[in-house]
């Protein structure tokens, strides 16, 4: 429910980089955005969602979003 609080781009750049596990770097070229950028809209995602959730709800969102982008690395 947290996540649908995110905007569009918010939404695809967490997608991108946590779920099908590309660099910062690749997710730029792909949404055509700056590095810069794809930094700040991964930074946002998280503070909005710390902020939607309790802390250990967001642990939780953390751990989760890292363990898929490792496994999609193997």
């Known amino acids: ?3 649908s609080e995110l905007t569009t781009r918010q939404r ?11 660099s910062y770097e690749e997710v730029a070229e792909v949404s ?12 946002e995602s998280i503070k909005k969602l710390r902020h939607l959730l309790q802390d250990k709800d967001l ?8 363990k898929i ?5 193997f």
Do not use: D, K, M, P
């Open 12 to 22: 695809e750049t967490l997608y991108l980089r946590f779920y099908e596990g590309l």
């Open 69 to 73: 982008s490792v496994l999609h690395f």
């Open 59 to 66: 642990f939780l969102v953390i751990f989760l979003l890292l």
């Open 32 to 43: 055509t955005l700056s590095v810069g950028r794809v930094y700040n809209l991964v930074c």
């Open 1 to 3: 429910q947290a996540i």
